[in-house]
């Protein structure tokens, strides 16, 4: 690598915590230099200034912030679960489905019991 490209990667930005830096950096400078406009402009003017300079580290703060990617967090891979090997509906239940509905008749209930003797 040559000399400039070395000089270049120290004022590069890389993470969200030196954007954040900066634009602290910013503000105290924005405050500053409003302060010094509102003594050299007396009265409204000097106020409008220092307002118009604090506005300056919002807008700076938020493209660097968009700027810098965020870093991917380490992440294992998914655990992938295996389909089960024999079916878990229960032989002879009704097969449920949202799609269409079933008539409110059922495969099995009270209606396919046997009817008590009262003899």
Same mark, same amino acid.
């Given at each position: 690598?040559?000399?400039?490209?070395?000089?270049? *990667?120290?004022?590069?930005?890389?993470t969200r915590?030196?954007?954040?830096?900066?634009?602290?950096?910013?503000?105290?400078?924005?405050?500053?230099?409003?302060?010094?406009?509102?003594?050299?402009?007396?009265?409204?003017?000097?106020?409008?200034?220092?307002?118009?300079?604090?506005?300056?580290?919002?807008?700076a703060g938020?493209?660097?912030?968009?700027?810098?990617?965020?870093?991917?967090?380490?992440?294992?891979?998914?655990?992938?679960?295996?389909?089960?090997?024999?079916?878990?509906?229960?032989?002879?239940?009704?097969r449920l489905?949202?799609? *269409?509905?079933?008539?409110?008749?059922?495969?099995?209930?009270?209606?396919?019991?046997?009817?008590?003797?009262?003899?």
């Amino acid at each position: 690598m040559t000399m400039r490209l070395r000089l270049a *990667r120290l004022f590069t930005i890389k993470t969200r915590t030196e954007a954040l830096f900066l634009t602290y950096a910013i503000a105290v400078g924005a405050i500053e230099r409003g302060l010094h406009y509102i003594d050299q402009y007396p009265g409204y003017a000097g106020y409008v200034l220092a307002l118009a300079c604090l506005g300056v580290p919002f807008v700076a703060g938020a493209k660097l912030i968009d700027s810098v990617k965020p870093q991917p967090s380490p992440v294992a891979e998914p655990v992938r679960i295996p389909p089960p090997a024999v079916s878990l509906r229960r032989r002879g239940a009704p097969r449920l489905s949202r799609n *269409r509905p079933n008539g409110g008749r059922m495969d099995r209930g009270s209606a396919l019991r046997a009817p008590l003797r009262t003899d």
